[in-house]
């Protein structure tokens, strides 16, 4: 009785979330002749692509997460120090930013760094610099397209998470004689360092995630290798080798796993002494 | 030589006047309270002795150096915030050897001063706490703790008492009070509560609309208040507007004062009331009686110059004991407590 | 000054390829020349009326009116019983509600297509599972925007004021709660359309050219370069940014300001 009302929704979510995920476990090391074993974990770590693509995917990842928080973290603080009007602005624009992750994202950088992207011609009509850009399905390309939703992914974690930072702390830094660089190393860094972290991760599992963009940009030949794209190719040819789509499927979710736990414990560090 | 000395500061925010043209000093080892109500500019001006607000004209100087220009952080002043802006992440230990470590002091030298420091402040045992691990009035020692320890010339307190309930406020106001005495320190406290002010401080300052309107011992303030808006905020007093002929006021007989003035606002204090069944004095009928522990409060009806009004008096509970609601009473207050203002 | 600069190079990145997409889409050519040979609306009046573009963002909003009732009757409920008689479902969903936020949706999809091969093998490629399959992965959202404003418009209080009132529970969610609360469910409404609009991972595997919805059609022009159209998919890829903005004002709006449309997360 107590429960009725949730159990529409818990049926729900446990047939479309929970049961899946059972699956593509029990898929991982279910064996073709029947039992269990680790056959299929075996195969792909024997398999060069799939290396290459947990590689790149982890690559990716970190590459991301790091540059996201490097310039997401001083425009995060810009954006809190700006008057009303600015403020807006740059909220609108890193909001729609980060939900602007898909095909439509690809296409806009294509023309814009392709080969014959309007950035390309123009260094290469005006300066004559020939191949300014690397190929948006390269590893570098990648970063350069993951940016434009991950800087503001990070802006918009951060933001709230700013506001703990009191502007009375900063003038009692400054009472006690600390010089504004004294005053981040000692209580401005630390304070913010548990969040930054857990933006950081937040970054990073849903980089490695990403399947859209990937997509549109390893259309190209050549590209790089990514988990959630060789995941993609192997459902598609449907006809054998599920089960590699099962180990990589687990592969991401104890990621994505790992990453929670670690999410939940640098945010329980950053309300320590809040 | 003064210690602390402002000269016609002011101060403006958009139109706004907060300060105008405030001149002020403190002496050294004196312990000045700044006392106005809310808005009054209380704030702003401590902010800006700190140098945390620029003002738009005047002067500041301390020890006779001019402060225009000097940073906040090459000010010799130690501050405690309303909030008291405690660092979370750093422990007890921490904030207050903040001030010595940004200051380049040897670990030694830092942990010995914190350790004087805590003793001061009583909190020897808890100093590897975070602040989030202490009650709002150890907070405020550390606070306390925090702006004393790097020894500033002046120390600075923006109603530093104002977040904690009534016993503790009390308990602390009187410690304030001795560790400020004990180090000798030159002091600026703000505060909207006047017993406060008045318990504490060797000057009081009343403020209003960003100007001081008296500045002068404890006892002066409450007995002797120079302008009417000082008159009316510290202490409780009672309050006749009334006519003067032949340049005095006489107020149905209850007292007999001089009075430059047409109108008048003449203010006393109800223990500067007395009633009596008969004698001289205005004819007033008991009202009702509010028992107050030691004193007891009478509210009268009396009859002045021709009108009604209404007059509050605080007797010992002994003597108000024999009056109840309905009694004739003589009401008379002493000349020499009665404040004249223009009306 | 170094602020300045920081925030035009940062403006200016977020700029231009949206720049150059709407260049694309009012070109008339563009091949190997910095800018294009001559401007045209004729992309924007031609694109809506192309039958593979209206019949794809019919689609599309077909998916996401369907997504929204699912995750409207199954979340408004639930959530209401948590936050008003038993606290233990809240705990229990917010468990769920991380797989679809943390675990990929390729992987979501790749787990679907497992099961139904092996259950319901005519249920693959329709409509119907990749609407659910969207609704899943949508309902946090609606959750958090849902509990938020039970908890703000003080669920529990209203309640018992309703009981006391002889109000039967039904009574109650419909003619005090869900008033109280529409101004939640509209924002994860919303939030929910931007979700399965936009969602591309679950309708290519599990549907495919099948409901060829609007990020389907979009991949398609985009990796078939010699019979895609680039113009009309720069229309629509201007117009789905066009679209996700309006979304998130509004969200922003209902919401006083709140800034993120991903929930609550650091906090
Ligand atoms: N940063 C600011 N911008 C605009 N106006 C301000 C600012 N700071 C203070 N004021 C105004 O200046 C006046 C004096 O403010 P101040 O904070 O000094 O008052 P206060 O006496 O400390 O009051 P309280 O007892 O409430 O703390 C007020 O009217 C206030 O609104
Ligand atoms: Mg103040």
């Known amino acids: ?274 | 030589m003064s210690h602390v000395v402002l000269e016609d500061v002011t101060k403006r925010y958009a139109g706004h006047v907060a300060l105008a043209g405030v001149s002020v000093s403190v002496e050294q080892g004196e312990m000045l309270a700044l006392l106005g109500p809310s808005g009054c500019g209380k704030t702003t001006l401590l902010r800006c002795v700190a140098g945390l607000t620029a003002f738009d004209s005047g002067r500041l100087t301390i020890g006779g150096v001019d402060m225009t220009g000097v940073p906040v952080r090459r000010r010799p002043i130690g501050m405690v915030f309303q909030s008291y802006a405690l660092f979370p992440n750093l422990t007890v230990r921490g904030n207050i050897g903040f001030p010595l470590t940004v200051r380049r002091e040897t670990k030694t030298g830092v942990a010995e001063r914190v350790e004087e420091m805590l003793e001061l402040v009583g909190l020897s045992e808890q100093g590897d706490r975070l602040p989030n691990q202490l009650s709002g009035g150890q907070q405020q020692r550390v606070a306390l703790a925090r702006a004393l320890a790097p020894r500033p010339e002046v120390l600075l307190l923006d109603e530093p008492l104002s977040a904690l309930d009534a016993q503790v406020r009390h308990r602390l106001r009187d410690e304030v009070r001795r560790i400020q005495h004990q180090v000798g320190i030159t002091t600026v406290f703000v505060t909207h509560d006047q017993a406060e002010a008045l318990a504490i401080s060797d000057r009081v300052a009343v403020m209003n609309a960003g100007d001081i309107e008296q500045c002068a011992a404890p006892s002066e303030i409450y007995t002797a208040p120079s302008t009417r808006f000082a008159a009316g905020f510290v202490g409780n007093r009672n309050t006749l507007e009334l006519r003067t002929s032949g340049g005095r006021v006489t107020a149905g007989g209850a007292f007999d004062v001089e009075a430059p003035w047409e109108r008048v606002l003449c203010m006393f204090r109800p223990e500067d009331v007395s009633l009596r069944r008969e004698g001289p004095g205005a004819r007033a009928l008991v009202d009702v009686t509010v028992f107050l522990g030691a004193t007891t409060r009478v509210y009268v009806q009396a009859e002045v110059n021709g009108s009604p009004a209404t007059v509050f008096a605080d007797l010992p509970s002994r003597a108000a004991a024999s009056l109840s609601p309905g009694d004739a009473v003589r009401l008379s207050v002493d000349p020499g407590h009665v404040q004249v203002f223009p009306a | 000054m170094r602020r300045r600069i920081f925030l035009g190079l940062l403006g200016l990145y977020f700029g231009l390829p949206l720049l150059a997409a709407l260049l694309y889409s009012v070109a008339t050519r563009w091949t190997d020349t910095p800018l294009p040979d001559g401007y045209t609306l004729d992309h924007w009046i031609g694109v809506f009326g192309k039958p593979d573009v209206t019949s794809a963002l019919l689609r599309s909003l077909l998916l996401s009116a369907v997504v929204v009732v699912v995750d409207v009757l199954l979340v408004v409920p639930a959530a209401y019983w948590s936050v008003v008689h038993n606290p233990r479902i809240g705990s229990v969903v917010q468990t769920i509600a991380v797989i679809p936020f943390a675990v990929p949706w390729v992987v979501v999809g790749a787990g679907l297509q497992l099961v139904t091969a092996s259950f319901a093998p005519g249920l693959f490629g329709t409509f119907w599972l990749l609407a659910a399959a969207t609704a899943a992965i949508a309902f946090p959202f609606m959750y958090w925007a849902v509990e938020g404003s039970l908890i703000a418009a003080g669920a529990v209080r209203l309640s018992e004021a309703a009981a006391t009132c002889g109000a039967n529970p039904v009574q109650t969610l419909t003619r005090v709660i869900f008033p109280a609360i529409r101004g939640g469910v509209v924002s994860g409404a919303l939030l929910v359309v931007a979700t399965a609009m936009n969602e591309f991972a679950l309708a290519k595997i599990l549907v495919g050219a099948k409901f060829e919805t609007l990020p389907i059609w979009s991949a398609r022009q985009f990796v078939s370069r010699t019979l895609g159209d680039p113009n009309a998919l720069a229309v629509v890829t201007i117009f789905t940014f066009g679209f996700l903005f309006a979304l998130s004002a509004l969200v922003v709006r209902l919401g006083r300001g709140r800034v993120s449309t991903i929930g609550r997360t650091l906090r």
Not at chain 1, 62 to 84: F, H, K, N, Y
Request: some cysteine; overall charge positive.
């Open chain 1, 1 to 274: 009785m107590n429960w009725a009302p949730a159990l529409p929704l818990l049926a729900f979510t446990f047939v479309m979330l929970v049961l899946p995920a059972t699956r593509l476990v029990n898929d991982t090391f279910a064996l073709r002749g029947g039992g269990y074993g680790l056959d299929n974990i075996l195969r792909v770590i024997d398999n060069p692509v799939d290396r290459q693509a947990v590689a790149g995917s982890l690559g990716l990842g970190v590459v991301q997460a790091t540059l996201a928080s490097l310039l997401g973290a001083p425009a995060a603080w810009l954006i809190t120090r700006m008057r009303l009007g600015g403020r807006a602005f740059w909220l609108s624009l890193m909001n729609v930013a980060s939900n602007f992750a898909g095909i439509g994202l690809a296409f806009g950088f294509v023309a814009l760094i392709g080969s014959t992207g309007m950035l390309t011609l123009i260094l290469g009509g005006l300066f004559g610099i020939e191949d300014p850009f690397p190929s948006t399905g390269s590893f570098t390309g990648m970063n350069i397209v993951y940016l434009y939703f991950n800087v503001p992914m990070f802006v918009l974690l951060t933001l709230p998470a700013l506001s703990v930072l009191k502007d009375d702390w900063q003038e009692a830094a400054a009472v006690c004689h600390a010089t504004r660089w004294q005053f981040w190393r000692h209580v401005g860094v630390p304070v913010l360092a548990p969040f930054v972290i857990a933006g950081w991760l937040l970054v990073f599992t849903w980089t490695i995630g990403v399947y859209a963009v990937a997509y549109a940009v390893a259309a190209s030949p050549g590209s790089q290798k990514l988990i959630t794209l060789q995941i993609g190719a192997t459902l598609e040819s449907s006809v054998f080798g599920l089960e590699r789509a099962a180990v990589l499927s687990v592969l991401l979710m104890l990621l994505a796993a790992g990453t929670t736990v670690l999410y939940r414990l640098s945010l329980k560090r950053a309300q320590r002494w809040l």
